[in-house]
């Protein structure tokens, strides 16, 4: 298994791509996950879903999200680690803080309180260019060497860190175009600290003792050095130089720090093609993606290397997921080599497409590509429709766009290694065994964001504000009349019953208290209904009296 945060992009061209350490260390931006399983098929799914569980709430991610088949993949061979019990996984959008380097220094057996993990300043790490932390387990079965089963656990921590600025402007001025000068109190801002070990300074390591070069000068002197063999694939050579750190004390900590002397291009050890990917197209209902392979000048010595073979072939591996969401026309694939258009079967030996499933699984391409040694460049097109989204699938962040994973393009028939001469102390290095091991070379393209449509999310938002309007006006009212004084709305009632009552009716009343022998009472009216159906009682009234004088008058 290997699980890994980086925050920023590797530059391959600036940094290199065919060293171990951009072949094992350079990962994609955000998480990415793979794990290889030794259980039954049938059991794999659920193998990774608890996987992720357990890595999620370990180190404060959301790699619970891979937990969906719509969100991780099965590579068949194009992936480095492939077999069938692989499964793959990425979050480009995840970002990465100190709540995830916390859980992996922990994993240290004196988290930062000892070694090389005290010079983790997270200002310092958190301000470079590039960061990454890394989590490898390999499961081990017992050997014939006597080694019992158990779990091996390797964590790397790869960063790419501006020194500070004014180093350099104070020993090369008046260049503008050179590598700084640097040392670990610039990197780290903190010298590497050294327990008071009774020993001193010996072997005369002071300030003022340079270990010169004619290109540099160090501040310390080596206490061994590792000349790199001739290699085929590089016309330059590495150098290691090793310091005892045991040697400095508290008086004299240890701040190896390098200055140039004269100006230097620095010039890295690229991979074969240098890759890169982007989109084409307009709107919001079909695009394309494009993957780009150009030549280098590892190319150009293979290629000179090799000219004599005219069958020289350069082999390339193209591993290429896409969201459920893009929907992927496989039989759209189309190949171009020094910009002019060629068959598919001329340049792929070897293609598998998994289509993609709404909701269920993300789409899969592998491809194997054979390209000449002498191309300068090759580019993969490929279209594909934006597919429709519910409300509820997208993201909070909907109108900045959807992410597509990086792609990984390997070379299989090219490994990353430093070969030094041989020495007895190289096995007892495990940073030396490790520079020396053979690693594949494979590098990431760049994270696409793709815009899909996305709905008016604020007519929800309107909709909910005026219905509540309504609401709150309904039972405001309603709230008020079931709440107002039930005696002061009655004598209020009654004072404007008395302003709008007639002299008709007040004649009435007396006409029938005097009939009835009672005392003549003040007209009351019950609430604005009672007055309404008062007044309907006296029209009554005076319609009844009008109707019985007429027809006793009519028999009369």
Not at 21 to 47: C, R, T
Not at 203 to 210: H, R, W
Request: with cysteine.
């Amino acid at each position: 298994m290997e699980l890994s945060f980086t925050k920023g992009r590797w530059n391959y061209e600036s940094w290199g791509g065919f060293d171990p350490l951009s072949s094992s260390n350079a990962k994609p931006p955000g998480v990415e996950l793979w794990a290889v399983f030794d259980v039954p098929q049938h059991h794999i799914d659920a193998s990774w879903k608890n996987l992720t569980h357990t890595l999620s709430g370990l180190f404060c991610a959301s790699i619970n999200f891979l937990e969906s088949t719509a969100t991780y993949s099965t590579p068949e061979w194009s992936f480095p680690p492939a077999s069938g019990n692989v499964r793959y996984g990425t979050l480009p959008c995840e970002a990465v803080c100190t709540e995830n380097l916390t859980p992996w220094l922990k994993l240290l057996p004196c988290r930062d309180k000892a070694g090389i993990a005290l010079l983790l300043d997270r200002p310092s790490l958190y301000r470079g260019f590039y960061h990454s932390q890394q989590l490898h387990l390999t499961s081990t079965g017992s050997s014939s060497e006597g080694i019992d089963s158990g779990i091996i656990l390797e964590q790397t921590l790869t960063v790419v860190l501006q020194p500070n600025s004014e180093m350099a402007i104070e020993v090369h001025a008046s260049e503008k175009h050179i590598q700084p000068s640097w040392s670990l109190s610039s990197i780290f801002g903190k010298q590497f600290p050294n327990k008071e070990n009774g020993k001193s300074a010996a072997n005369g390591l002071t300030s003022e003792n340079f270990w010169s070069n004619p290109s540099f000068e160090l501040s310390a002197n080596p206490d061994r050095i590792f000349l790199e063999e001739s290699s085929s694939h590089s016309k330059s050579l590495s150098i290691l130089y090793m310091f005892q750190v045991e040697k400095y004390c508290e008086s004299e900590p240890f701040d190896i720090g390098l200055m140039w002397k004269v100006p230097v291009a620095w010039l890295c050890q690229q991979t074969p093609l240098h890759a890169s990917r982007f989109l084409m197209g307009s709107g919001n209902e079909r695009a394309a993606i494009a993957i780009s392979l150009k030549s280098t000048q590892f190319t150009e010595g293979f290629m000179s290397a090799n000219s004599k073979d005219g069958s020289c072939e350069l082999r390339v591996d193209v591993f290429q997921v896409v969201p459920w969401y893009v929907k992927v026309y496989f039989h759209s694939l189309r190949v171009f080599v020094d910009q002019q258009p060629r068959a598919v079967s001329d340049i792929i030996e070897k293609i598998h497409v998994s289509p993609s499933k709404d909701k269920m699984s993300p789409g899969v391409m592998e491809v194997v590509l054979k390209l000449p040694c002498r191309v300068n460049t090759a580019a993969l097109t490929i279209e594909f429709d934006k597919g429709f989204l519910r409300i509820d699938e997208y993201l909070p962040d909907a109108n900045q766009g959807f992410d597509i994973p990086s792609a990984i393009i390997s070379f299989p028939n090219f490994h990353a290694s430093m070969v030094f001469l041989e020495d007895d102390s190289l096995n007892k290095s495990p940073l030396l065994s490790k520079f020396q091991e053979k690693c594949p070379v494979m590098s990431y393209t760049e994270v696409l964001l793709v815009p899909l449509t996305t709905p008016d999310f604020s007519m929800p938002y309107n909709v909910i504000t005026i219905t509540c309007t309504v609401f709150a006006l309904y039972f405001g009212s309603l709230l008020n009349v079931l709440q107002r004084s039930v005696a002061e709305e009655e004598r209020f009632l009654k004072a404007k019953a008395a302003k709008k009552t007639g002299r008709l009716p007040l004649l009435l009343s007396k006409l029938s208290a005097k009939l009835r022998g009672r005392r003549l009472e003040p007209l009351h009216s019950p609430p604005s209904s009672s007055s309404f159906i008062n007044s309907k009682l006296v029209l009554k009234v005076i319609l009844v009296a009008g109707l019985a004088v007429g027809w006793q008058y009519f028999f009369s």
